[in-house]
């Protein structure tokens, strides 16, 4: 392939030092761009991995035939309402079709960079690979490579800067605006925001529809030693609409980050990894240090308690989780509805039989659903539950700003809001992104099932011996809307 970028720049061993390492998930590994090239400033590159294990990189060499679909024959018939999906020829195309078009009109398209699909050459990503490799977590180094056969990436905005630092007037959206401060991002992992309530929960796990599920998945992590201490951090907090639960649920995130908070300054990563440990007053010198200048704060408050108050109240004043939450809330079934259906989906004949439309009354004879469901009520439900899994494992990205002028009149920011702070001394622009929507596997629901069954028996054991050995604990005491007591 040649190296270019929709026919328009190239991306290639040239420029290789121009790229620095920003972060990495389990598919993908992110490089910002550092070099000064008018069209690459202030983006971002996402570069697909593969696994070490050559097993898994075989299996994947098979799926991926050229010319072809990526997506499986069921997984095309899944998402057949979606043409760009369905189609899709590779791993980026289909990214960037399913953000576009999926979680785009469900979270707002202005919220969501599907990115512009990248050519480039395989000597460009050995190079790459071979400058990040230092930079990458240990556990991730294990597991994954930067696959360099991939020939394409995802070029898609830095949303962790503006590009309005040292700017006081212009022609573009932001003209008139003065500022000469370095931006802040906060990106969270909000994670699930609502407590299931499906009549398909196994009677022994009734413990699902009273204590969140982040909350489970932290006692299953200690016990694992995944994480050094347990967060407080409640995601039904953060999407109750009430501002002192949102400011609770804040504190937690700061307070114990683990991989649900991150802090960018001028688009550096701000290591808050010391927040894990019992030493609360090396963490906070650390944030307060990375933030001091970047606002003009009142005397005697700590600039992480602006950034702290300025995350709550863009969170309160905005619709930003209610649209996340509505997203989330497809999955209507929980997993233990839904893996019914999709066990009956995985029905080859079943599914070849439908071709997207309903069985006649001869063929449904021959196959059982859940609750009397059709079978393309079945693919709705599987579907919906895919899209709801992006939702509950997407990042949110606030960026903040502070400008100089306290009167929002005289500003143009059509682009982006206002938010005010009462412990700062001028307000902040305020910018909302919607990060990591990639398309859940149909093949993994199975694992999302096992996954969900061993959290729940980790924490009921858990509980079980805080019983046994306490006779009770006030620590499990579950208010109904699942906040512990």
Request: aromatic letters at 8%.
């Amino acid at each position: 392939m040649d190296d270019k970028v929709e026919n328009v720049h190239k991306v290639g061993p040239f420029d290789v030092e121009d790229w620095c390492y920003r972060g990495e998930g389990a598919a993908n590994i992110v490089l910002a761009y550092k070099g000064s090239d008018p069209f690459l400033v202030g983006k971002v590159l996402r570069i697909r991995k593969k696994s070490v294990d050559k097993q898994l990189v075989d299996k994947s060499k098979v799926i991926c035939q050229p010319g072809k679909p990526i997506l499986s024959e069921d997984e095309q018939k899944l998402w057949q309402n979606w043409p760009s999906v369905a189609e899709a020829r590779s791993f980026e195309s289909l990214l960037q079709a399913y953000a576009r078009d999926v979680m785009g009109p469900l979270l707002g398209p202005e919220l969501v960079d599907p990115g512009i699909i990248v050519y480039m050459s395989t000597e460009f990503l050995e190079k790459i690979a071979c400058i990040v490799e230092h930079e990458r977590p240990l556990s991730r180094r294990a597991e994954s490579e930067i696959d360099s056969h991939s020939n394409s990436a995802l070029l898609i905005s830095d949303h962790s800067v503006f590009c309005l630092v040292g700017v006081s007037h212009g022609t573009g959206p932001q003209r008139n605006i003065k500022t000469s401060f370095l931006s802040i991002a906060v990106e969270i992992k909000p994670k699930c925001g609502f407590l299931p309530n499906s009549d398909l929960i196994v009677a022994e796990n009734f413990i699902k529809k009273i204590v969140p599920r982040y909350t489970m998945h932290q006692t299953l992590k200690h016990y694992e030693g995944k994480v050094k201490r347990l967060s407080q951090y409640s995601p039904l907090d953060l999407f109750s609409e009430d501002l002192e639960r949102i400011n609770q649920a804040v504190h937690h995130l700061f307070s114990v980050p683990q991989n649900n908070l991150r802090l960018f300054v001028g688009g550096t990563v701000i290591d808050t990894s010391t927040s894990d440990l019992d030493h609360e007053g090396v963490k906070w010198q650390v944030l307060n240090a990375a933030l001091q200048g970047c606002m003009l704060h009142d005397d005697g408050i700590q600039p992480v308690e602006v950034l702290k108050e300025l995350v709550s109240q863009s969170l309160h004043k905005t619709d930003v989780l209610k649209n996340l939450l509505a997203a989330q809330k497809l999955d209507i079934v929980d997993i233990e509805g839904s893996i019914h259906a999709y066990r009956k989906l995985s029905s080859r004949e079943a599914m070849d039989s439908s071709h997207g439309r309903e069985l006649s009354e001869d063929e449904c004879k021959n196959f059982e659903f859940p609750d009397g469901m059709s079978l393309l009520q079945c693919i709705e439900l599987v579907r919906n539950y895919l899209i709801a899994a992006t939702a509950k494992d997407c990042s949110l990205m606030l960026t903040f700003q502070q400008v100089l002028d306290n009167e929002p009149e005289n500003m143009d920011v059509k682009y982006h809001k206002i938010i005010f702070s009462s412990k700062a001394k001028h307000p902040f622009l305020l910018k909302v992104n919607f990060l990591d929507l990639d398309l859940k596997p149909l093949t993994k629901m199975h694992h999302y099932y096992q996954i969900d069954q061993k959290i729940v028996k980790a924490y009921l054991a858990t509980l079980q011996t805080d019983i046994d050995q306490e006779g009770y604990s006030e620590s499990f005491v579950i208010s109904q809307d699942g906040q512990q007591a």
